[in-house]
T-cell receptor, first 114, second 114 residues
Framework: AQSVTQLDSHVSVSEGTPVLLRCNYS??????LFWYVQHPNKGLQLLLK??????LVKGINGFEAEFKKSETSFHLTKPSAHMSDAAEYFC????????????FGKGTRLHILP | EAGVAQSPRYKIIEKRQSVAFWCNPI?????LYWYQQILGQGPKLLIQ????????DSQLPKDRFSAERLKGVDSTLKIQPAKLEDSAVYLC????????????FGPGTRLTVL
């Protein structure tokens, strides 16, 4: 069985400072992992995905995430936050076999302070 | 490439009434998902189709919710009768296939049950 845990429900950073959104997963198999972003009153948009290729994954808008199997983590980072990054971020584990389910984390609300 | 289309975008009904939502996935996508997203929470998978067959409906309240995907293309989700707690955004997503693929989300239907 798979699971995903987003360790922080809210994160606040100042504009121009680094962003770290934490995600831990549990899976019997090597999973596919995704980060999605949801801006207020907007649809979900894919930021980046890991599908067993390079462990450091680069996404849109300067975000990246590193898959660490030993730590079962897939944390999302960005070197310098922008006001437009304020949104809800979801970590998602997707099945690599037909017995597992797609699971969304509960989300992390990112606040950017001026 | 056209995205995932959903209609209506907004719906207000009274409890015990019925409502239906429509989704047209991206052309060629075999897998279609319906999610329920209650305010402040992450999306919860209600039902997943592979072509016109149901893969997972374990979280679908089958006493009041139903969904179909005739001909393996577009899909409808119905609620009958609606309850106050069904107020949420209903998201439709599609992917090329069910294992390890990125999901593309529609804009969602915001349902308010009074």
């Amino acid at each position: 069985a798979q699971s995903v845990t987003q360790l922080d429900s809210h994160v606040s950073v100042s504009e121009g400072t680094p962003v770290l959104l934490r995600c831990n997963y549990s899976s019997s198999y090597s999973p596919s992992l995704f980060w999605y972003v949801q801006h207020p009153n907007k649809g979900l948009q894919l930021l980046l995905k890991y599908t067993s290729a390079a462990t450091l994954v680069k996404g849109i808008n300067g975000f990246e995430a590193e898959f660490k199997k030993s730590e079962t983590s897939f944390h999302l980072t960005k070197p310098s936050a922008h006001m437009s990054d304020a949104a809800e971020y979801f970590c998602v584990v997707s099945p690599m076999n037909r017995d597992d389910k797609i699971i969304f984390g509960k989300g992390t609300r990112l606040h950017i302070l001026p | 490439e056209a995205g995932v289309a959903q209609s209506p975008r907004y719906k207000i009904i009274e409890k015990r009434q019925s409502v239906a939502f429509w989704c047209n996935p991206i052309s060629g996508h075999a897998t279609l998902y319906w999610y329920q997203q209650i305010l402040g929470q992450g999306p919860k998978l209600l039902i997943q189709f592979q072509n016109n067959g149901v893969v997972d409906d374990s979280q679908l309240p089958k006493d009041r919710f139903s969904a179909e995907r005739l001909k393996g293309v577009d899909s409808t989700l119905k609620i009958q009768p609606a309850k106050l707690e069904d107020s949420a955004v209903y998201l439709c997503a599609s992917s090329l296939n069910r294992v390890g693929n990125e999901q593309f989300f529609g804009p969602g239907t915001r349902l308010t049950v009074l």
